[in-house]
């Protein structure tokens, strides 16, 4: 396995969380990563992206202000840092490489390099 999300974890509404991409094999600092949220029934949707350089960042409106995502210090993880949860934050997240910085503000999932596993969060009282 190349590429990993972990963290996920059951929390109460207004809680936190912080997931992490890790990868093994090759350098994830060399990509764009782009954060997915998937609930049964729905498509997986893009909700945050992390430019390849890290100079920039976007967020779908959903999440904007609640979740940040950043780089590790070793460039080897992509963190997602989940506050303020709501319910409608439950799913299972996955991270990905993108092939590009071209469609990171679209959450687009047309260019992705590599999917990681997923890791599930819930959100309930």
């Known amino acids: 396995v190349r590429l990993v999300a972990s963290g996920g974890d059951s929390v109460q509404p207004g809680g936190a969380l912080t997931l992490t991409c890790t990868a093994s094999?090759?350098?994830?600092?060399?990509?764009?990563v782009g954060w997915f949220r998937q609930t049964p029934g729905k498509e997986r949707e893009g909700i945050s992206c992390?430019?390849?350089?890290?100079?920039?960042?976007y967020y779908r409106d959903s999440v904007k202000v609640r979740f940040t995502t950043s780089r590790g210090n070793g460039k080897n993880t992509v963190s997602l840092h989940l506050n303020s949860m709501k319910q409608e934050d439950t799913g299972t997240y996955f991270c990905?490489?993108?092939?590009?910085?071209?469609?990171?503000?679209?959450?687009?999932?047309?260019?992705?390099?590599?999917w990681g596993q997923g890791t599930q969060v819930t959100v309930a009282s």
């Open positions: 992390l430019s390849e350089n890290s100079d920039a960042t």
């Open positions: 094999v090759f350098a994830l600092g060399d990509y764009a």
């Open positions: 990905a490489t993108k092939i590009s910085d071209d469609l990171c503000s679209q959450f687009s999932a047309s260019d992705i390099g590599r």
